[in-house]
């Protein structure tokens, strides 16, 4: 069946760039029709949408986020990468990567957490 795991610092300073990875398994990231997307969920707030990236390697961004991110792929390695830069503390959340298609988000990772605090 298909896993996600997310990794990466749980800590990260003021203006420097947040890495993670997620890393999948039983499936494959450049599956037809599918793309991977990564969510934030601050705390005591809302899912809010970070941005995926296609079957075709494409990448696409919540607007407000969007001069700060980038999603990327490992296809070697089934990896899913965001880079988020120039981070305050609004930006500390669980981050999740998240599978979907036709069926809607099927997959999810167990989500990590990220803290920006200097």
């Known amino acids: 069946q298909v896993q996600l795991q997310e990794s990466g610092p749980g800590l990260v300073k003021p203006s420097q760039t947040l890495s993670l990875t997620c890393t999948v398994s039983?499936?494959?990231?450049?599956?037809?029709?599918?793309?991977w997307s990564w969510i934030r969920q601050p705390p005591e707030k809302g899912l809010e949408w970070v941005g995926v990236?296609?079957?075709?390697?494409?990448?696409y961004y919540n607007p407000i986020l969007k001069s700060r991110t980038s999603i990327s792929r490992d296809t070697s390695k089934n990896h899913v990468t965001l880079e988020l830069n120039s981070v305050t503390p609004e930006d500390t959340a669980v981050y999740y990567c998240?599978?979907?298609?036709?069926?809607?988000?099927?997959?999810w990772g167990q989500g990590t957490q990220v803290t920006v605090s200097a």
């Open positions: 039983g499936g494959s990231i450049t599956a037809s029709q599918y793309a």
């Open positions: 998240a599978g979907h298609g036709d069926y809607g988000y099927e997959y």
């Open positions: 990236i296609s079957d075709d390697g494409k990448s």
